[in-house]
């Protein structure tokens, strides 16, 4: 059984104000976006002026920050805010939903596509290696948190999770999602990224192995305890993502037709 490390949630506190690293990876998933999407993007002929690129960041930012609470709320735990309204603006002490950021982030970049006239695959598919990146940071700030961790399991990987009230022996599922979604991810997207021209396919091959990575993971994650299993012994994150994988094959397919004709 492997120890879980000694990390403190919180970096540094100033009076009541916490600086967490769940927040901190966020804001570093965002810089490492500023960054590097502007050497990405030329690979589907986009050039933005500094004031265009800076507002495509600032609206990105804001699509999943704000997207993704507003689906974790909507989808997992709207009972706890509708009683404590307040804890909707604490993002940095966890509580964000892919699914719900991913269609902030899509809002975001079709707002931003029709008002510069590009094609939203133009802007979606050099930006998809950094989503990837951003989502492994989001897991690994799940871990230090100790929370989203896995099922009980009898595997010399398991670990106890300080949050636990059982202190069992369970998947660190949150590094499994990391791995998953966050490093292969960023590597299949940089590669279908250089080696394919056809636009959509790197958004919806994202999109759709994002689906299986997180369907699979969900049968070693421990379901939210406040929802258990929705369908049978599915979870809710299991049927998100049976949409987008049905969207991501559809999409494809089309993607492949229109291409032959």
């Known amino acids: 059984m492997l120890t ?13 104000l916490e600086i967490r690293w769940y927040g ?5 998933s965002f810089i ?26 600032f609206n990105l930012m804001l699509g999943v920050i704000i997207g993704g609470r507003v689906g974790f709320i ?3 735990n709207i009972g706890f805010y509708i009683q404590n309204p307040l804890h909707i603006f ?6 964000m939903s892919f699914h719900g950021g991913a269609l902030g982030a899509v809002v975001a970049v079709l707002l931003f596509s029709r008002k510069y006239k590009y094609n939203f695959y133009q802007i979606s598919d050099p930006a998809m290696p950094f989503v990837a990146i951003g ?11 100790a929370e989203l961790y896995g099922r009980v399991t009898t595997l010399p990987i398991g670990m106890i999770f300080p949050t636990d009230p ?24 940089v ?48 049927i998100l993502s049976s949409f987008m994988i049905i969207t991501s094959v559809v999409a494809i397919f089309l993607i492949f037709l229109k291409n032959e004709n």
């Open 74 to 76: 909507l989808f997992y």
């Open 135 to 145: 989502l492994g940071l989001g897991r690994l700030g799940n871990f230090i948190n």
């Open 32 to 57: 490492i976006g500023y960054i590097f999407l502007r050497k990405t993007l030329p690979i589907r002929n986009v050039s933005l002026k500094k004031d265009q690129y800076e507002n495509l960041l």
């Open 90 to 95: 604490a993002v940095w002490q966890g509580g």
């Open 166 to 189: 059982q202190k069992l022996s369970r998947h660190p599922s949150q590094l499994y999602e990391m791995f998953l979604e966050g490093i292969v991810l960023a590597v299949i997207s």
């Open 24 to 28: 901190m990876l966020y804001i570093i």
């Open 191 to 238: 590669l279908l990224l250089k080696k394919t021209k056809l636009k959509g396919l790197v958004f919806w091959s994202f999109i759709g192995l994002y689906g299986i990575f997180r369907f699979l993971l969900e049968f070693v994650r421990e379901p939210d305890e406040h929802i258990g299993f929705v369908v049978s012994f599915f979870t809710m994150g299991q």
């Open 4 to 16: 879980f490390p000694n990390i403190s949630p919180t970096i540094f506190s100033i009076g009541s």
